[in-house]
């Protein structure tokens, strides 16, 4: 079977001695969902055959064993490096600060005041 990558926009196809490794979706639910999620595909469902090529985790994602020459995935790896059109990139506008609000004189707040025998406190209703 041939594997290629169901991430958005990749063409990535397994060939013999290439240096791209591919990744079957997570059996763990929550995980799985993560993957879905960073993938933005609508109505997407991953079946036992979709599988995600390495250009899209970081290196962090993976560990070296020390018997073996291979990268292995970490379990809670997610697929971060995608090439989204600027249709799909989340747009984050910058927030403003808020708001200085301004008192204009004493006689608009209400004031309590209690007085006990030690001491005194101000209180604001």
Known sequence: MV????AYNCTERH????????????K????????????????FIPTKSSKICSKH???D???VSGWSSKKQLKKEAIPSVFNFP?????????RKP??????TSESEI?????KDDTSSETTLL
């Open 3 to 6: 594997h290629s990558c169901c």
């Open 15 to 26: 060939k013999a001695g290439a240096d791209i490794s591919f990744h079957g979706f997570p």
């Open 28 to 43: 763990d639910l929550l995980f799985q969902f993560k993957w879905i999620a960073a993938m933005r595909r609508e109505n």
């Open 57 to 59: 985790f970081t290196p």
């Open 61 to 63: 994602s993976y560990v």
């Open 86 to 94: 600027s249709s799909l990139v989340k747009k984050i506008k910058p």
């Open 98 to 103: 808020p708001a200085k609000r301004k008192i």
């Open 110 to 114: 209400n004031i309590k005041t209690i």
